[in-house]
């Protein structure tokens, strides 16, 4: 499979149009008189009605990759959870969504579980986790009745252990593991080796000593192992490797506590096409490595086979989506570049900024056109690193033109901030050539409302 684009060379006007872009934009998309359409929707008409900078999100593609994940996972193993990781993006909408196509649920906070709990889904397919966990997420964790907390630390372990007791009553947990796998991607987002803030380490025994206090404390049921080594991952021998590791450490488990391993959560990472030459793995084959290589190792060491679950994120929604913003300006620096300024930036997408993520973009009112150009899309922020779009081949820009920049269903709304005091984009999802409102825009009347000055 090909690599994310991390290192680029050198931008070239390449001729494509969106009809050669489709690897990247959600599944519905076509080209209508012209112009980019999602999902029955002119892009063009929905920027100019519902104003930009704008969150589309596609409900038919999230369906879909949720659907993917549930049959190429059970069909090498009925016991599998699909655990949608919510931090990638969330809202009520997406909850339910997540919940009527048989999903599992993945809060990382407080603030996660409670729109859960606003969306009314079922507490026992919900999960918790996190490394610094507070006292508050803990107990609204319990009060909620949450399925499985993911402990992270043995602090953590204590102070739910109290808790629970305390209450009556008994929660599964599942121990955050460390495989020491190195996972090949960004190292800001490599969470499986040993140096990582997350989980106990299996090296230094500190994952063994944690699963024989979770068995032995009051008020917590331990349930099995979780781990993650990383995200936007395309090469699938690191979920090998660690699938290897972890299950050599259940056989140790079970040799010197006598308890079985009851579940085994892989976590996600599965990578996503941000660029026309990104060539992610599959739904299909990344639930063939996983789930067959967990029974065939359980297979080698003569021990049961676990309830599994895997928690995709960024894979479900990054490609269902794409934001849109308007044109302001095109500024032609001589033998340098050419600015194109859009009205959103880093305040609605950081991921560039942070990572040195590369999108593609195109002009969703000159969609057939061929990208004959190579801009820079900056954001309208007082900083300097404010870039949307490094070196973007695009089509000739003008001001009022939309401007539709690619795959950002993932980890772009959900980081969003209120640099400049901007307002943050509303979201809009699309279905059966319909539009809403998912999450509306903000005002400055709530960027004023929490303050006391």
Same mark, same amino acid.
């Given at each position: 499979m090909g690599k994310p684009t991390g290192t680029r060379p050198p931008a070239v006007p390449d001729s494509k149009t969106a009809h050669d872009l489709m690897s990247v934009l959600p599944m519905t998309a076509e080209v209508c008189d012209g112009r980019l359409c999602i999902g029955g929707v002119d892009m063009t008409e929905l920027a100019r009605e519902a104003g930009t900078a704008l969150y589309v999100m596609d409900e038919a593609t999230i369906r879909h990759r949720l659907s993917e994940y549930v049959k190429w996972t059970r069909y090498h193993w009925p016991d599998v959870d699909v655990v949608y990781a919510g931090k990638a993006f969330l809202s009520l909408d997406v909850v339910r969504i997540v919940e009527e196509e048989g999903c599992c649920l993945l809060c990382a906070s407080g603030g996660e579980l409670a729109y859960a709990v606003a969306a009314g889904f079922p507490m026992e397919r919900a999960q918790m986790h996190g490394n610094n966990k507070t006292d508050a997420e803990l107990a609204d964790c319990?009060?909620?009745?949450?399925?499985?907390?993911?402990?992270?630390?043995?602090?953590?372990?204590?102070?739910?252990?109290?808790?629970?007791?305390?209450?009556?009553?008994?929660?599964?947990?599942?121990?955050?593991?460390?495989?020491?796998?190195?996972?090949?991607?960004?190292?800001?987002?490599?969470?499986?080796?040993?140096?990582?803030?997350?989980?106990?380490?299996?090296?230094?025994?500190?994952?063994?000593?944690?699963?024989?206090?979770?068995?032995?404390?009051?008020?917590?049921?331990?349930?099995?192992?979780?781990?993650?080594?990383?995200?936007?991952?395309?090469a699938l021998h690191s979920f090998a490797k660690a699938i290897e590791v +972890? &299950? @050599?450490?259940?056989?140790?488990?079970?040799?010197?506590? !006598?308890?079985?391993?009851?579940?085994? #959560? $892989?976590?996600?990472?599965?990578?996503v096409a941000y660029g026309a030459p990104d060539e992610p793995s599959t739904v299909k084959d990344f639930g063939k490595v996983v789930v067959d290589g967990i029974k065939e190792e359980c297979e080698r060491h003569g021990i049961d086979?676990?309830?599994?679950?895997?928690?995709?994120?960024?894979? +479900? &929604? @990054?490609?269902?989506?794409?934001?849109?913003?308007?044109? !302001?300006?095109?500024?032609?620096?001589? #033998? $340098?570049?050419?600015?194109?300024?859009?009205?959103?930036?880093?305040?609605?997408?950081?991921?560039?900024?942070?990572?040195?993520?590369?999108?593609?973009?195109?002009?969703?009112?000159?969609?057939?056109?061929?990208?004959?150009?190579?801009?820079?899309?900056?954001?309208?922020?007082?900083?300097?690193?404010?870039?949307?779009?490094?070196?973007?081949?695009?089509?000739?820009?003008?001001?009022?033109?939309?401007?539709?920049?690619?795959?950002?269903?993932?980890?772009?709304?959900?980081?969003?901030?209120?640099?400049?005091?901007?307002?943050?984009?509303?979201?809009?999802?699309?279905?059966?050539?319909?539009?809403?409102?998912?999450?509306?825009?903000e005002t400055y009347e709530d960027l004023l409302r929490c303050d006391l000055g």
């Open positions: 319990l009060d909620a009745g949450i399925g499985r907390v993911v402990v992270d630390n043995f602090e953590e372990m204590e102070r739910l252990s109290a808790m629970a007791a305390g209450r009556g009553v008994t929660q599964k947990v599942l121990i955050r593991v460390t495989p020491g796998v190195e996972a090949d991607t960004h190292d800001f987002i490599m969470t499986g080796a040993e140096d990582s803030k997350f989980g106990f380490g299996l090296n230094q025994g500190l994952a063994m000593r944690a699963v024989k206090r979770a068995i032995e404390l009051p008020g917590l049921d331990f349930d099995g192992l979780h781990m993650h080594i990383g995200s936007q991952i395309f +972890i &299950v @050599a450490f259940m056989r140790e488990i079970e040799n010197e506590t !006598g308890v079985a391993v009851r579940m085994l #959560d $892989v976590g996600g990472g599965l990578g086979v676990p309830r599994m679950a895997v928690e995709p994120g960024r894979s +479900i &929604v @990054a490609n269902a989506g794409v934001t849109l913003y308007t044109v !302001g300006s095109v500024k032609e620096i001589p #033998d $340098v570049r050419t600015y194109v300024s859009v009205d959103g930036g880093m305040s609605d997408n950081i991921r560039t900024s942070l990572y040195d993520a590369h999108y593609e973009a195109l002009i969703a009112n000159k969609a057939d056109q061929p990208r004959e150009m190579v801009a820079t899309v900056a954001g309208k922020h007082c900083e300097s690193g404010d870039i949307v779009v490094r070196d973007a081949p695009l089509q000739c820009p003008e001001p009022g033109d939309v401007l539709c920049v690619c795959a950002t269903g993932g980890y772009c709304q959900s980081m969003a901030s209120n640099y400049n005091k901007q307002v943050r984009p509303g979201v809009v999802f699309i279905r059966d050539g319909e539009w809403r409102w998912a999450v509306r825009r």
